[in-house]
């Protein structure tokens, strides 16, 4: 199995954990997330308070695709970077532009508005819409940095 394989797999699971996650949001489920102060919500069939984002997904399902973008585009830069022997070029078009082989990425991860993940050709940064910003990982739960950051 390919590298590129693996990676588009990655992605995949994270699109389905979101969907999956804003399946069970009206289902009546409830989400792992404790409520911070004005984290908006929905209510559920049974009335139970489900944290969500300005897209209407939930945090948990957003913060962990975060994570596992990040770890997709990682997991991109160290194959990039093991086949070329130096890190790639600044941006997104090494990891989702057309080659022999096919894109490492088919699309870059995109956190709808809420957080973005760049490359600036020496560090990976996850820049929460609101938060702070993770620089070289997804961040920290504590204090809350990058997709843990994000609200």
Request: glycine letters at 10%; a positive charge.
């Given at each position: 199995m390919s590298l590129a394989v693996v990676v588009v797999s990655v992605l995949v699971l994270a699109v389905l954990a979101v969907g999956v996650a804003v399946g069970l949001r009206g289902a009546g489920t409830t989400g792992g997330d404790a409520l911070a102060p004005g984290t908006p919500t929905?209510?559920?069939?049974?009335?139970?308070?489900?944290?969500?984002?300005?897209?209407?997904?939930?945090?948990?399902?957003?913060?962990?695709?975060?994570?596992?973008?990040?770890?997709?585009?990682?997991?991109?830069?160290?194959?990039?970077?093991?086949?070329?022997?130096?890190?790639?070029?600044?941006?997104?078009?090494?990891?989702?532009?057309?080659?022999?082989?096919?894109?490492?990425?088919q699309s870059w991860p995109s956190g709808h508005g809420t957080y973005t993940i760049s490359w600036n050709g020496a560090v990976l940064v996850v820049a929460p819409a609101h938060g702070t910003a993770a620089s070289g990982s997804a961040g920290t739960e504590s204090p809350p940095t990058g997709c843990y950051a994000v609200h």
């Open positions: 929905t209510t559920a069939a049974r009335g139970s308070a489900t944290p969500t984002t300005a897209p209407g997904i939930p945090l948990g399902a957003l913060r962990a695709s975060c994570v596992a973008g990040v770890r997709a585009v990682r997991t991109a830069l160290d194959y990039y970077t093991s086949l070329n022997g130096m890190a790639p070029p600044a941006g997104t078009a090494w990891a989702t532009a057309a080659s022999p082989s096919g894109p490492l990425l």
